[in-house]
């Protein structure tokens, strides 16, 4: 490989798409995928703590093949020669930062607040009988049509009033893009939203990035809420792709034995831990909708 003189700086989302070679997304309600994202060399995963899901500076140059091919040019390609940053952290002080896997995990608490003045009754009501705490795994279990989404949306209401220093996350799997335009225009969070106009691959890889990099800014000292609406849809998912449904059993309903695996890992990641801050997940499941796969669905996560 020959450098050019080229540099620049780049920011964006850590992305393995193999164990030996990631990419750097941007991050525009979800990973946006281009041919053009910088290539990170397995060497630098040796020398610095990364993780899927983090947010990194980087100072990238174009590298050219050493491969010609007769009568063309070759091939140059964006590749990071540096990590100035992680999660705004200087890469050796954030190295010192304790792994998700490794933090000890405590009871939810404080309580996260809804009521307000002016506030719809459901938040009053979450508070006095449901209250969530930090770190919080909560499901919002209702038949389709009776106000699971509008439920969501007054949650992320009521902590944007209370708790402004909370990060709200709205993760919509597989909804309706009017839905998708709604949630953008009324809930004051960061909408990952993915529409039924795409297809499975690209449900299953908005979750695992926003799940990842939820993780990522616990990690890093943030208090983080996901409301996912909804799990039943994810799993829906993960039972339609051939890389995760893969058993070769079948239970009851047509749902593969292992398609649930990832997303009860996922759902599974809410806690509250003592040396950072907190993720909460508060997600909607679907009952009574004629399914015998969304029933299963809805007992694994219960």
Sequence with gaps: MADTQQTETVTGILDWETPHEGRIRQWNNGPVSKDSDPYIPASLKEEYPLRAGQLLTTTVVQKKSKNKKPGKPRNVRSVVSEITAIEGIHPEEFAKHT???????????????????????????????????????????????????????????????????????????????????????????????????????????????????AKRKLEAGKDVVVLLDSITRLGRAFNNSKKYANSGRTMSGGLDARALDVPKQMFGAARNVEQAGSLTIIASCLIDTGSRADQIIFEEFK
């Design 99 to 213: 792994t998700f896997e490794e933090m000890i995990v405590i009871d939810p608490s404080p309580r996260i607040h809804l009521e307000y003045p002016g506030c719809p009754p459901s938040c009053r009501l979450i508070d006095l009988f449901c209250p969530i705490g930090y770190g919080t795994r909560g499901l919002i279990v209702a038949p389709p049509k009776a106000g699971k989404t509008i439920l969501l949306q007054n949650i992320a209401q009521g902590i944007h009033h209370n708790h402004p220093d909370i990060e709200v996350v709205a993760l919509l799997i597989d909804e309706r893009p009017e839905e998708v335009t709604e949630f953008k225009r009324t809930v004051p969070a960061e909408v990952l939203a993915s529409s039924n106009d795409q297809d499975v691959d690209e449900h299953i890889e908005l979750g695992i990035m926003a799940i990842e990099r």
